[in-house]
């Protein structure tokens, strides 16, 4: 159960400091303790710990409470000291933490889902505990009476939840790859509108109610921003994961993007810049730079006595064009392409070698990445997986100095 330390070199790399190790399953997530040298963590093996940095150096697990069925999901109040665990029979269960993290009081059981709890956030001010699982809904629950207020049904399983506190606004995305706000009141909901731009199923959310700006992260290893204060609608597309994006954390003060895949891939992105929105996709019959039919257009393929081509798109401009036209291969990172993708010959041509430049570091977590927190006070970073591993991370090497400032280093 000790943890392993590991030293600091000065590097613009994250910096592993410890790795938790005595978890029997997955760890399905991890939170560091506020000013504390601690991190609490909830396992597929039944168990919620407390684990606490002793004199050693090493973490120890200060408490250890087995569940009556695995730990799916949590969030913490640090300074109510109130803990929420969501579990996969549907159930969530709150405790108090004492303060010096040796004991935890039960409080009490809600009954919210019927299948797996996949997401909750506590909201103090209106005394609610919101959570999505695998039935498909989302539900909000009173923390005072115990009682339900209200449920929403989606068509899939809603995976992940961001909730403004002010607003009582909901944001859940969902197996099928939409997004769905919701406005949330006693008793009833509202729906607000759906967002739709995802090739795969929503693996996770961060809503930042400074900026108005949601950032959703996918199976099809893509995150997109939506700017959802603007009139504008504007989105962003952020490619630059070989596999899915399972979190994600947005800091507000160095207007930076973090997130983690499952391959065990970290990215920073840098979002303090004038990005690009990626333009829809054009349709055509034809390519829309030498006019050869695609195999779909038999009328010209008739009249033109040619073969049809197979359609692709510029990712650059979105015009439709054939193999022919778009034999090249560009990174744009302005545009959130950190790969190379199919752009048509003339977009290639107007691609300066500066705009190639990468607009985010790429580093290695070295294990599966299932669930990521950030203190971003501190400039800490914890991890966990399927590999039952919990990773600290010094972040402050990557994400600038400017959170440096008030931050002690460990």
Known sequence: MAAEIHSRPQSSRPVLLSKVEGHQDVVSAALLIPKEDGVITASEDRTIRVWLKRDSGQ????????????????????????????????????????????????????PAHQNRVSAITFCLTSEW???????????????????????????????????????????????????????????????ITTLKGHEGSITSLWWDPVQRLLFSGASDHSIIMWDIGGRKGRTLLLQGHHDKVQ????????????????????????????????????????????????????????????????????????????GKCST?????????????VRVCDSCFESIKDEDRTSLATFHEGKHNISHMSM???????????????????????????????GFSSR
């Open 59 to 110: 973490y120890w697990p200060s408490i250890y409470h087995t569940m009556s069925s695995p730990c799916s999901s949590m969030a913490y109040h640090h300074d109510s000291r109130r803990i929420f665990v969501g579990q996969d029979n549907g159930a969530i269960m709150e405790f108090h933490i004492s303060e010096d993290f040796n004991k935890m009081n039960f409080v009490k059981t809600y």
């Open 328 to 340: 090249k291969r560009s990174s744009y990172p302005i545009m959130g392409f950190e790969f190379q």
């Open 375 to 405: 203190d971003i006070s501190r400039g800490l970073m914890v991890t966990c997986g399927s590999d039952r591993i919990v990773k600290i991370w010094d972040m402050t090497p990557v994400v600038g100095c400017s959170l440096a400032t």
């Open 247 to 322: 979190a994600i954390c947005y800091i507000q003060l160095t207007r930076q993007l973090v997130s983690c895949s499952a391959d065990g891939g970290i990215a920073v992105w840098n979002m303090d810049i004038s990005r690009e929105e990626a333009p829809q996709w054009l349709e055509s019959d034809s390519c829309q730079k030498c006019e050869q039919p695609f195999f779909w257009n038999i009328k010209q393929m008739w009249d033109t006595k040619t073969l049809g081509l197979r359609q692709h798109h510029c990712r650059k401009c979105g015009q439709a064009v054939c």
């Open 129 to 191: 505990v919101i959570s999505t699982g695998h039935d498909k809904c989302i539900s909000w629950m009173c923390t005072r009476s115990g009682s339900m207020l209200g449920r929403h049904y989606f068509t899939s399983w809603a995976s992940c939840l961001q909730y403004d506190h002010e607003t009582q606004h909901a944001f859940v995305g969902d197996y099928s790859g939409q997004i769905t706000l919701l406005k949330l009141e006693p008793n009833t909901c509202s729906v």
